[in-house]
């Protein structure tokens, strides 16, 4: 596509305690190899931090970048303020702890015109700055950590039901009423549920990549994943038919360790054969997923493992009904 065809683009960022990542994560989409119009709409929720100090000096120093408030701090809520304070005909999802590859925009863009996709995405590559961090990326990236998820582990480029963040059109965003204010985790899956069952593309292709930093420690971590599988429930509920086997192994792992453990400790020490094959499976499986990494990081491994698993599992286990209930009146309401 020609440079003088290249459409404009808007770059929305759901943000809240970001003071880490922020700057980086803005020099990365500031710094795109992209010929065309671009800017950068910040949504700022209530951080506790120097986020908003922080943002604020970026729209100083950049005519591109503009913020806009999202009193909620939630993200689905952040996402469509910023949509909305936003004007071009592309619109581009990045976190506040993302690092866009340089040529992330100008490779969407391309992707978009060709397959006549809604909405194209990549590679999740969650990369550490430590050695736990380094664990829980390793863990993020396995088979053995996240299933056969293609924006996590990578594969061909084709047909997706989902992608990590996403680059739309903005006529799809507009027709689809946006995201889902309710679904305050999962609301990525639920729209793109949304886009393909109306007739839409979703594409995934390897040569989007997006780096990732991952929770800075196992409560973090426990949260992310426990609230994750939660509202995949929500969406499961939700949308009929949405469900797979791969959102069923964790809970079915939760359920057969507690089992195991609750037989091991009052009937026979067999039951307790389930738990410790698991903990074998996962050590076997963190040799490879830790490959090249330093000794500290593999050894953390394992522990970032069971925690996703685990958390994941007791999320999706114990998420209410009267939560999907809930999300389904709103959405009548509506």
């Known amino acids: 596509m020609p440079d003088q065809q290249l459409p404009a683009v ?4 759901p943000v809240l305690n970001e003071e880490r990542h922020l700057r980086t994560s803005v020099r990365h989409i500031l710094e795109q190899e992209y010929a065309g119009e671009l800017e ?3 949504a700022l929720g209530p951080s506790t931090d120097r986020t908003d ?4 000096e970026l729209v100083a120093e950049d005519s591109r970048v503009h913020t806009v408030p999202n009193p909620t701090g939630r993200t689905p809520a952040a996402l469509n303020a910023a949509i909305k304070a936003s004007r071009h005909p592309i619109v581009v999802r990045v976190d506040g702890h993302g690092m866009l590859s340089p040529d992330y925009i100008a490779t969407a863009v391309r992707l978009l015109d060709e397959t006549g996709a809604q909405n194209v995405g990549g590679i999740m590559h969650a990369e550490g700055e430590n050695d736990w961090e380094r664990a829980v990326a390793a863990a993020m990236t396995s088979r053995i950590g996240v299933g056969n998820a293609a924006f996590h582990t990578g594969g061909q480029a084709g047909p997706a039901e989902t992608v990590y963040l996403g ?10 009423g946006g995201y889902n204010e309710e679904f305050i985790r999962a609301q990525d899956w639920e729209l793109n549920f949304r886009i393909r069952e109306a007739g839409g593309l979703i594409w995934f292709s390897p040569e989007l990549k997006v780096s990732y930093r991952p929770r800075p420690n196992v409560r973090a971590l426990a949260k992310q994943y426990k609230n994750y599988g939660r509202w ?8 009929q038919g949405s469900i797979n086997l791969r959102y069923l192994a964790a809970p079915a792992a939760v359920c057969a360790i507690a089992a195991g453990v609750v037989v091991g400790a009052t009937v026979s020490p067999w039951g307790l054969v389930v738990p410790a094959g698991y903990l074998a499976a996962i050590t076997a499986g963190s040799v490879p997923a830790g490959k090249g990494l330093p000794a500290g990081a593999r050894v953390r491994i394992p522990l970032a493992l069971a925690t996703m698993h685990m958390s994941w599992g007791y999320g999706f286990l114990t998420s209410p009904r009267s939560l999907a209930r809930k999300v389904i009146a709103s959405r009548r309401t509506a």
């Open 232 to 239: 995949r429930h929500v969406v499961a509920r939700y949308h």
């Open 40 to 42: 950068v709409v910040i």
């Open 167 to 176: 680059v739309f059109r903005r006529e799809v965003l507009e027709r689809q």
């Open 53 to 56: 100090e922080i943002a604020a």
């Open 10 to 13: 808007s770059v929305i960022m």
